[in-house]
């Protein structure tokens, strides 16, 4: 028997703490029929964040999910595609056969998805954090000529950060030779404002939320456009 309040999917969302915009946004982008759980990690020791996305998982198997995602953008840490991969498998080891979605994995199939090819990449944090999102998305063969972390020092600090500061950072990297935009770092809440961004840059503008939800339900078969929050979001 279907969940009478999911009837289409039930998808556990494990976001961290401190994320307070995330659950809003991921219910904005929610479809009739579909039910979201959403579930908390800490985000108190960045070096251990991973291994606290591991330790929390398996708690999300209490509400039958259809598919479980992990909204954080583990690339922003110093991170290899290899170190990616041993880090997903250790996820799904803990699920069992339960789909899996990861921020990370979202974010490179959104990419794919538009055909980027030359991209400039955003993050709320330090400098050193933006240079490993690039480092792990040219390791995966996009090009990352540009690239900038807003400085942001502490995790809760992020959600502060409003559209005009958030817009200030991308007219900073909007260069010619740019094919797409990306934003990594979930607490920066920016989905409502893809599409006027959109409009001025004149490219896509990936965001990790809507790739990490467009992903979750694309991987479930659910096709419905995702209006007002970019192109990524329309496609099937």
Not at 24 to 49: K, T
Not at 97 to 119: E, F, S, Y
Not at 153 to 179: N, P, T, Y
Request: one cysteine or more; charged letters at 20%; a negative charge.
């Amino acid at each position: 028997m279907p969940d009478r309040f999911g009837p289409r999917a039930v998808i556990a969302l494990f976001i961290p703490l401190q994320n307070a915009n995330m659950q809003p946004e991921y219910d904005a982008m929610r479809p009739v029929g579909v039910s979201n759980q959403i579930y908390r990690f800490s985000l108190a020791h960045h070096d251990r964040v991973p291994q606290m996305a591991i330790d929390a998982i398996e708690s999300g198997l209490g509400c039958w999910p259809d598919l479980i995602a992990v909204g954080n953008s583990v690339e922003m840490r110093v991170l290899t595609p290899a170190q990616f991969d041993d880090y997903r498998a250790r996820l799904q080891e803990k699920i069992g056969d339960v789909p899996l979605v990861t921020a990370t994995d979202a974010t490179a199939a959104a990419l794919t998805a538009l055909g980027a090819k030359r991209i400039a990449a955003i993050s709320p944090m330090s400098d050193e954090y933006s240079q490993g999102v690039a480092d792990y998305y040219e390791a995966l063969g996009f090009e990352v000529p540009y690239h900038t972390g807003l400085q942001i020092g502490r995790s809760e600090d992020i959600i502060k950060i409003g559209h005009a500061e958030a817009r200030e950072a991308f007219l900073r990297l909007d260069h010619d030779d740019v094919d797409t935009f990306l934003h990594v770092g979930g607490a920066l809440g920016i989905a409502d404002s893809i599409e006027a961004l959109e409009q001025e840059l004149g490219r896509p503008v990936v965001s990790v939320n809507v790739a990490t939800y467009w992903r979750a339900l694309r991987t479930l078969g659910i096709n419905d456009p995702l209006v007002g929050f970019g192109q990524l979001a329309l496609k099937p």
